[in-house]
């Protein structure tokens, strides 16, 4: 190669890893998980039952479409009806639909994200509950976000009561609950008792949680009750 030639080479490198960097610096930042997706009935959402959602993040109705989000950190709890929805830091943008807003409890101060997973995308996992918190339950029903990966043999949650002996039970998730990356204990008709504190394991892992001395009964909003294993 002749000296004017390795030249031009060189130049059109140059090039090349400029316009990168101009791609990587006009390449949208990830979205922070902010919300999670209570319920929806949508063919345009595209977005699923407990999928996370990030602040700024748009989400596209029909106009007889509807989407239930409950924000992690203020609580607010969001039944929107048709049009178009951002998702903000603290509740959501809706132009050309309606939405219905409140609050409910649920244990906000308990969430941590790491450098890494808040830099991960919205539709990845990331830690609702730090190893270093308890987290509060507000309702008697767990909604448990299940560890990924689960072999059969590993299959079995137990819950055992801490602050006072003999309460423990072993629960057997079958295929579906498996697939679904969740489990929750309403559907199971198993409630656990106001006040107490429990050790929940599955898989080698394991998770200390209290429930809410006014811990409501029945199925309740899942962002009041849902427990992540770190």
């Given amino acids: 190669m002749t000296s004017k030639s390795l030249a031009a080479a060189l130049a059109a490198l140059a090039l090349l890893a400029a316009q990168g960097d101009i791609a990587a610096a006009r390449a949208p930042a990830p979205l922070l998980p ?11 959402a595209d977005v699923e039952f407990m999928d996370y959602v990030g602040s700024g993040q748009v989400i ?13 950190k203020s609580c607010a709890h969001e039944t929107i009806t048709g049009g178009t929805v951002t998702v903000g830091l603290d509740k959501s943008d809706v132009r050309d639909g309606q939405v219905v807003r ?14 890494a997973q808040a830099n991960a995308s919205a539709a990845s996992a990331f830690r609702l509950q730090s190893a270093e918190t308890e987290p509060t339950l507000f309702a008697r029903t767990p909604v448990i976000q ?9 299959r079995t949650l137990t819950l055992v009561r801490t602050d006072r002996p003999g ?7 079958d295929e579906a609950a498996a697939a679904a990356g969740f ?11 106001r006040g107490a504190t429990y050790e929940a394991g599955i898989g080698g892992r394991k998770l200390t949680f209290h429930v809410d001395a006014k811990a409501r009964s029945g199925a309740a909003p899942v962002v009041s009750r849902l427990l992540r294993f770190p």
């Avoid at 409140?102 to 450098?115: E, H």
């Avoid at 299940?146 to 590993?154: E, H, I, Q, V, W």
């Fill in 167 to 173: 309460e423990r039970r072993a629960l057997r998730l």
């Fill in 34 to 44: 902010i919300a999670i997706v209570e319920d929806v009935k949508s063919a345009t």
């Fill in 102 to 115: 409140g609050k409910v409890p649920c244990d906000g101060g308990t969430i941590r994200l790491s450098a």
């Fill in 60 to 72: 596209k109705l029909g106009p007889r479409d509807v989407l239930v989000l409950s924000y992690l």
């Fill in 183 to 193: 489990y929750d204990l309403a559907k199971q008709n198993v409630s656990l008792a």
């Fill in 146 to 154: 299940l560890p990924k990966g689960l072999a059969p043999a590993d």
